[in-house]
């Protein structure tokens, strides 16, 4: 996993943990102190935060934890797979796009920067060079050919290269 994936989820874990466990404590304690639990918005209100953060930090803790058992030796050297870049031929407009599959963190289509888990993402893991592709976008179906490849070991191996 890309150290500034990890960072950025290690970042937001420990401030929701501290709104968690030091935050929203005091602020449920200044509401309770108000009165009547049952009329008080703000103690209502504390309480939404505390189990959406909750939730939040939940879903953090398993994301940080899932990216941390991706294993590039796994990651195939011939075909798309995440950290891969390839050109596309869009069939219909005649026009090439270049994508490169990063995580839904990583993500940012201005860019070029598409998730693995993304309709166009999902539709490419797996294909070669040649491979003619169809995928269903919430804009309608997609034809692409695959005209380059470039994996993350690939990338890797001219980053060596550049470094010599």
Request: charged share 30%.
């Amino acid at each position: 996993m890309p150290a500034k994936i990890r960072e950025k989820l290690e970042k937001e874990i420990q401030l929701l943990d501290h709104e968690l466990s030091v935050e929203l404590p005091a602020e449920l304690k200044r509401a309770a102190a108000l009165g009547d639990l049952s009329e008080n918005a703000e103690y209502h209100m504390a309480k939404q935060r505390q189990e959406f953060v909750a939730a939040r930090l939940t879903q953090l803790k398993r994301r940080l934890a899932e990216l941390s058992l991706v294993n590039l030796n796994n990651i195939p050297h011939d075909r798309v797979a995440y950290g891969s870049t390839v050109r596309l031929l869009n069939v219909e407009k005649g026009e090439e796009i270049e994508y490169r599959l990063v995580t839904s963190e990583e993500s940012d289509v201005a860019k070029g920067l598409i998730s693995t888990s993304s309709p166009i993402g999902r539709g490419l893991l797996g294909k070669q060079v040649g491979d003619a592709v169809r995928i269903q976008t919430p804009g309608g179906v997609k034809e692409f050919e695959v005209m380059d490849l470039v994996t993350i070991h690939d990338q890797d191996d001219e980053a060596s290269a550049s470094n010599a």
